[in-house]
């Protein structure tokens, strides 16, 4: 891994934001009721979706490097919680992840498998010490 650059511009149509890093290139916007488009998805979408891609990449990698693992399915479910103060900031103040996952593995080796994925999902730890989560394997 390494250092990651964003580059992110305010477009003229309501609150699209043009984002681009890599070779990448996507918009991020917000629902009309906040003065949006509703083009794309919304930032807090985006960081939702950010944990569940990060888990489902890092259960992937950890199949590449363990031969004796096959992954059948792998789902990740995640809801999050806004609040608003009153100063006008806002915050997420929960997150709840739901994991779906068959694997070849036994029991034991299967919840391991699923206890190494959220422990080596780098977007999961990045904010598991600033909004509280919750997680659920199903």
Do not use: W
Not at 80 to 106: F, M, P
């Amino acid at each position: 891994m390494g250092k990651y650059i964003v580059h992110s511009t305010l477009r003229p149509l309501g609150t699209q934001v043009m984002n681009r890093t890599g070779g990448h290139t996507f918009l991020a916007d917000e629902p009309a009721a906040a003065k949006g488009t509703d083009a794309a998805p919304n930032p807090v979408q985006y960081l939702l979706s950010a944990v569940g891609s990060c888990m489902s990449v890092t259960a992937r990698d950890l199949e590449n490097k363990e031969k004796n693992l096959t992954i059948k399915k792998f789902q990740v479910d995640v809801s999050g919680e806004t609040t608003s103060y009153q100063d006008g900031s806002s915050r997420v103040t929960h997150i709840d992840i739901k994991i779906a996952a068959e694997t070849n593995l036994s029991e034991a080796d299967h919840a391991f498998f699923l206890k190494e994925v959220v422990r080596k999902c780098t977007v999961h730890e990045s904010l598991v010490g600033a909004i509280p989560m919750d997680i659920t394997y199903i």
